[in-house]
Structure formats: structure tokens, C-alpha cells
């Protein structure tokens, strides 16, 4: 059984940095690792993913040239680097991994994922 274990997250002010990490422990050795978000009262959203296959990284918009998606030195583990944190990017942050592939138009789909983190809070204070 496959397990993601998530750290980091926390409280900043805007215009600060955060990094999260997650680790996927048990049978999982390629697919895709990435991250959601909910933010109080909206559906949770795709923020980036990891694709191990191909060494790609897909972002969303509202993420893309602030957060850096990495495969880290550890085996089977992700970061994710958030720079110029906004109050609107306040919410829960869920780890998510597929032992499939990861494209542009499936990799925000939450039904791509097979394995999900318990969750993470992110606060940015304005």
C-alpha cells in the first residue's frame, strides 16, 4: 500500500516563501507526484505535478513562474518551492500520486490519482 507523507506548510506573510514535501513510501516507483489545494469554500484544484517519466512539470496558472515542482534527491519524493506567496493562495495543500502518466489535460483531474495525502496548511497573511 502506498503512502504519502507531507511536510512543510505553515504561516507567512505575503511575498514569502514555503516549501512542502512529499514522500511516497511502499510499492511506488514511477507515475506522476503533485499537488492539489482547497481553499475555504472553492473545489480543490490541481497546483503542479511531477511527471517521472518524462521529466516534466505541469503548473496551473495562477502558480506557474512563482512555484517550482522538483523531484528531490530522495527516491520517490517531490518539493514544492512557493515564492511570492498571495493571501488567495491560503488553503489546504494535498499531495496526490499516479502510477500513470501525467498529461495536459489529465493531470489536474483528480481521478488521475491513486494515492492521496492527508493535508497540509498553507497561510499567507496579507
Known amino acids: 500500500q502506498v503512502q504519502l507523507v507531507e511536510s512543510g506548510g505553515g504561516s507567512v506573510a505575503a511575498g514569502g516563501s514555503l516549501t512542502l514535501s512529499c514522500a511516497a513510501t511502499g510499492y511506488f516507483y514511477s507515475g506522476c507526484m503533485g499537488w492539489f489545494r482547497r481553499a475555504p469554500g472553492k473545489e480543490r484544484e490541481g497546483v503542479a505535478v511531477?511527471?517521472?517519466?518524462?521529466?516534466?512539470?505541469l503548473y496551473a496558472g495562477s502558480v506557474r513562474g512563482r512555484f517550482t515542482i522538483s523531484q528531490a534527491h530522495a527516491k520517490n519524493t517531490v518539493n514544492l518551492q512557493m515564492s511570492d506567496l498571495k493571501p488567495e493562495d491560503t488553503a489546504m495543500y494535498y499531495c496526490?500520486?499516479?502510477?500513470?502518466?501525467?498529461?495536459?489535460?489529465?493531470?489536474?483531474?483528480?481521478?488521475?490519482?491513486?494515492?492521496w495525502g492527508q493535508g497540509t496548511q498553507v497561510t499567507v497573511s496579507s
Open positions: 496526490a500520486a499516479s502510477r500513470g502518466a501525467c498529461y495536459d489535460d489529465t493531470w489536474s483531474v483528480e481521478n488521475t490519482y491513486n494515492f
Open positions: 511531477h511527471y517521472f517519466g518524462a521529466g516534466v512539470q
